[in-house]
């Protein structure tokens, strides 16, 4: 096996699939499969509009395909509370947190970008995560936390440190937190 | 070395060829072989006959085969297409070319009309939409008063049910997503970019039948 692995022929197709190096490789940027979001001007980090039935409906795991390709549960890579917190404090403790934990933070309409920058050797990045915000009535808000690629033991560690800092209730977070058991 | 025509029928048994299948959606000829590895994986997982059941795409999607609920089962009957029960390869393949990055925003609008008219009305109507709102709630551990989801409703119906009949219809659904095109979000699958990435080469592997033999 290893004598074909050397071999030039072999070389010239194939491409290793290294989880590690996979995950880096293919990280799945939110932000890059975001459509028109110039549009949305109106939504800046200080307000959000009211939440539409699709939108919500559109949050569901079960409508997310890209099961197909990750190997972790989407309970592994998403997580989702309610608040009553207006979308500025929450934003702002979430940033907090995150700073906190040494991760850099990036803002952008609306949505709160969470980068680690890795310590060693050639990978620059080893956990991206999204926040965002959205309201669901005047007093009651919906935060999203997406992990888009990263270290799946660090994202668990930024969620439970969220779940505790911003008071989510045990109902939530036993849904959420399934994988921790 | 071999062309393509002489290893379908051997390594795609009954099912359709590759080239056909490239020729008619947006993957290559190597995308729809690398999509045809995956394939294999999830139509094996359960009962290992070559097609894809409902408890099979389950487990590929949620990891876990129990799982039901009204979406996963909705997105089954779409990508059955023939209605037989099960998903050939052909179907998986057409249904996800839908989710290409590179597919029509038609084809998109189209199949999340569909998608959400679980009743095959032709139509959204409200109480669907209200089934579904509930479901997402269920699934994520929230509750929520039946006012707030009312008016969750009202508003998302004040924005799109533009004849105010009570339910969508094809013309309202296109223009509100023109409008809100973050809703045609879960329509597009960026990984089937690199899909040859994620799934390894399968010249290496034909290549590797034929020394055996």
């Known amino acids: ?181 | 070395m071999g062309c393509f025509q002489s290893k379908s029928k051997k390594d795609y048994p009954g099912h359709e060829d590759p080239v056909v299948l490239a020729s008619q959606t947006a993957f290559s000829v190597s995308e729809v072989e690398a999509l045809y590895e995956l394939y294999k994986s999830i139509s094996s997982s359960v009962i290992d006959d070559g097609l894809i059941n409902k408890e099979e795409l389950q487990l590929a999607l949620f990891k876990n085969s129990k799982r039901e609920n009204l979406f996963a089962n909705r997105i089954f009957e779409l990508f059955d297409v023939k209605r037989k029960g099960v998903i050939d390869f052909g179907d998986f393949v057409r249904s996800l070319n839908v989710f290409h990055p590179n597919a029509s925003q038609e084809d998109k609008i189209n199949f999340s009309f569909t998608l959400y008219d679980m009743d095959d009305t032709g139509f959204i109507e409200r109480q669907e939409v209200k089934q579904m709102v509930i479901a997402l709630l269920c699934e994520s551990g929230m509750k929520l008063a039946d006012e707030i989801i009312e008016m969750i409703l009202d508003k998302t119906f004040l924005e799109v049910d533009v004849n105010h009949d009570g339910k969508i219809d094809k013309t309202e659904w296109l223009n509100f997503v023109t409008k809100n095109p973050s809703l045609l979000k879960i329509m597009t699958l960026p990984y089937l970019r690199d899909i040859t990435t994620t799934f390894p080469s399968f010249v290496f592997n034909s290549e590797v039948d034929e020394i055996a033999t």
């Open chain 1, 1 to 181: 096996m290893a004598g074909i692995k050397e071999d030039q022929w072999f070389k010239r197709r194939y491409t290793p699939v290294n989880p590690v190096e996979d995950k880096e490789a293919t990280c799945i940027d939110d932000e890059s499969l975001t459509i028109h979001e110039s549009a949305s001007s109106e939504k800046d980090a200080d307000s959000s509009t009211l939440i539409n039935a699709f939108e919500l409906i559109g949050m569901s795991s079960s409508l997310d395909l890209s099961g197909f390709f990750e190997k972790e549960d989407v309970s592994e890579r998403r997580m989702r509370f309610t608040s009553h917190h207006s979308p500025k404090e929450l934003m702002e403790r979430i940033e907090d947190i995150v700073t906190q934990m040494g991760f850099v933070v990036q803002k952008r309409n609306g949505k709160l970008k969470v980068v680690e920058l890795h310590k060693d050797r050639n990978s620059p990045v080893n956990l991206s995560v999204a926040a965002e915000v959205f309201e669901i009535s005047p007093s009651l808000y919906l935060v999203e936390v997406r992990k888009s690629c990263g270290d799946a033991k660090l994202y668990r560690q930024l969620c439970e440190k969220l779940s505790h800092d911003l008071g989510v209730p045990r109902s939530q977070k036993l849904l959420n937190t399934e994988f921790l058991v």
